[in-house]
């Protein structure tokens, strides 16, 4: 949406965020089609990727880690472990519990994922931007980037 100039800061940032919130979402969903994440559920997706990011874990380290109960979270290992996504072995320190990890069909079906975004997201780059919009696409990144640090 275009800003006209003599808008208030207030106002021209409030539109800002609308168009990057909804731009970011379109996106999202672009992407997501690329890189065929099929059926999973959000909870699914997130269980992957956190284990993908911090290594293997216990269904209650899972469970706190994305605000479920433990039951909750052991009904979307069990679906996970089903699809081949996820396997569990038994932790060395405590028979009782049970350290899941991803497959390695899994990493192998993540990084297949991740390079089809990636080339899709590439080739519309390179196909629908000139290169003067590439280089103005270029300096908004550390901007969006500034958005989102901690």
Not at 84 to 111: A, F, H, N, Y
Not at 123 to 136: G, K, N, T, V
Not at 141 to 146: A, M
Request: aromatic share 2%; glycine share 6%.
């Amino acid at each position: 949406m275009a800003i006209p100039p003599d808008d208030r800061p207030t106002d021209r940032a409030a539109v800002l965020a609308q168009d990057i919130r909804a731009l970011a979402g379109k996106l999202k969903r672009r992407l997501r089609e690329q890189g065929n994440v099929g059926d999973l559920t959000p909870s699914q997706t997130a269980v992957l990727l956190g284990l993908e990011k911090s290594g293997p874990a216990t269904t209650s380290e899972l469970a706190r880690a994305e605000a479920m109960r433990p039951q909750s979270m052991g009904t979307v290992i069990a679906a996970l472990e089903s699809a081949g996504l996820v396997q569990g072995t038994p932790d060395p320190d405590d028979g009782r519990k049970t350290i899941v990890s991803l497959t390695d069909s899994c990493r192998q079906w993540i990084s297949e994922g991740r390079a089809a975004r990636q080339d899709w997201l590439l080739r519309m780059i390179q196909s629908r931007l000139s290169p003067q919009e590439q280089e103005e696409l270029a300096t908004a990144i550390p901007l969006l980037q500034r958005l989102v640090e901690d």
